[in-house]
């Protein structure tokens, strides 16, 4: 695989920019909020240099091997920061909201069943069978990734559930950049990989320079502290306990008749 | 050459795109709206309600306290009384609203307040809740069921949204917080 200037000035730009990210979540105390999301940060500079270093001194058999066990990781850490998210704003008392668990799964299966249509209508053209496997992998994941961050957000709207600070930043920018994604994957199934692989490639610039303006956006939002809670009045506080004793006895006397 | 299958593929991508970026901008500016509310934003919300005819039809069948009246002349209104208090669907749909604001009532609560997350989360669960139960009366007199199927679930559930607003009032009279008229009016 011949890589130009400007691919290594991606390859490069990626490394830096998570460098700064990891910097960032680990001075200013983020990872422990959000592991997950620092295991994939983290995963994504062993991966630069992995395949970089594959590049240069591995065979072209190891080359694909690892960046096909490196893309498996970076989709389930990718799910995995998806669950972080939805866990962080949907278990406010530590257990799945009750009220939300069947909107869960209609969302899992209504983003799935989408993607998978979807990606079963593109027909990229490719000299390769494996290019078509990249090209539909990288659209369906692309696609389920943005519907499940916009339908974490409908739900928090619709539930009532505030979004804290940090976890809505990220959730912004991954949604954003999967959007963008989706419309670039889209891009890669129409033109497809021929000989000439000059769009491919320039479609695949247009997203890493997406991906970047995302990890920029990251890395200054996560520097910057949430708002600082406010202390609850204890009379306020006393009354809430109240408010919700009698609300709760209350609703007893209707879940008795659910069943008609 | 573009195959047929490529552009439906084409266009079914570009309306998922646009469906998610409208629902993502009208969310956001929800989410905007409500973290920057404040009290008086959220009593603006209110929609009036016949204060008078809600209770009548609470006070059939419940006392003040919220306990289970018992005499005989509790729960004498009919089905079509019921409906007619309660002010149709308009009435209902202004029931649903005020759920709505209780609803972001615990949000503010949890956004501005964490130390009181437990409280606030079981009080939205409980305000999800009665909406839901709402919702139901609503789909059932659109299907011409209310009648027939539920009064007594119907005025239940209303009793419960009266309690409800009651206790919140009352809230609010507590803590000496400053919005109690309107809120008064307003529930």
Redesign the interface.
């Known amino acids: 695989m011949h890589l130009t200037g400007l691919d290594h000035l991606f390859w490069a730009a990626g490394l830096g920019a998570h460098l700064i990210l990891l910097f960032v979540l680990l001075t200013r105390r983020r990872f422990r909020v959000f592991p997950i999301f620092t295991a994939f940060i983290i995963s994504n500079i062993g991966r630069t240099a992995a395949l970089f270093s594959v590049q240069f001194y591995g065979t072209k058999t190891s080359y694909f091997y690892t960046y096909w066990s490196l893309t498996v990781l970076d989709v389930v850490l990718q799910l995995s920061v998806v669950y972080e998210m939805y866990s962080l704003t949907f278990r406010p008392l530590g257990v799945w909201a009750r009220d939300l668990r069947r909107p869960f799964v209609w969302l899992v299966a209504l983003s799935i069943a989408l993607a998978a249509g979807l990606t079963w209508l593109a027909t990229p053209h490719a000299r390769l069978w494996m290019q078509v496997v990249v090209i539909k992998g990288s659209f369906f994941s692309a696609t389920c990734m943005s519907e499940l961050f916009v339908g974490m957000l409908v739900l928090a709207v619709r539930s009532g559930l505030p979004w804290k600070t940090h976890v809505a930043r990220i959730s912004q920018g991954f949604g954003v950049y999967s959007i963008i994604d989706v419309l670039i994957e889209a891009g890669h199934s129409y033109f497809g990989v021929g000989r000439n692989t000059q769009t491919y490639t320039m479609l695949s610039h247009l997203r890493m320079s997406a991906y970047l303006a995302c990890v920029a956006y990251w890395v200054i939002m996560l520097w910057r502290n949430a708002p600082e809670p406010r202390k609850l009045p204890e009379s306020l506080r006393g009354q809430l306990i109240r408010l919700q004793n009698v609300v709760d006895s209350d609703l007893e006397r209707i879940r008795v008749r659910k069943s008609w | 050459m573009?195959?047929s299958?490529?552009v439906?593929?084409?266009i079914?991508?570009a309306i998922?795109?646009t469906v998610?970026?409208v629902?993502?901008a009208y969310?956001?500016r929800?989410?905007r709206r409500?973290?920057q509310r404040d009290w008086e934003g959220l009593l603006k919300r209110l929609t009036a309600v016949d204060r008078g005819s809600i209770a009548e039809v609470a006070l059939d069948i419940i006392d003040e306290s919220?306990q289970?009246r018992r005499d005989e002349t509790s729960a004498t209104l009919d089905p079509a009384e019921i409906w007619k208090l309660v002010g149709g669907l308009e009435g209902l749909e202004a029931l649903e609203a005020n759920c709505?604001v209780l609803?972001?009532l615990?949000?503010y609560?949890?956004?501005?307040?964490?130390?009181?997350?437990?409280?606030?989360?079981?009080?939205?669960?409980?305000?999800?809740?009665?909406e839901?139960?709402v919702e139901r009366l609503r789909g059932a007199q659109k299907t011409g069921k209310l009648e027939s199927?539920?009064p007594?679930?119907a005025q239940?559930?209303v009793?419960?949204y009266y309690?409800?607003t009651r206790?919140?009032l009352?809230?609010y009279e507590?803590?000496?917080l400053a919005m109690l008229a309107d809120l008064e009016k307003a529930l």
Do not use: C, K
């Open positions: 573009v195959n299958r490529m439906v593929f084409l079914a991508v998922l795109v998610l970026m629902i993502a969310s956001l929800r989410v409500s973290s919220g289970q709505a609803i972001d615990a949000f609560v949890q956004q501005w307040y964490p130390e009181a997350l437990a409280v606030a989360e079981q009080l939205r669960l409980s305000a999800r809740e009665i839901w139960h199927a539920f007594m679930y239940r559930a009793a419960t309690l409800m206790r919140v009352a809230l507590r803590g000496n």
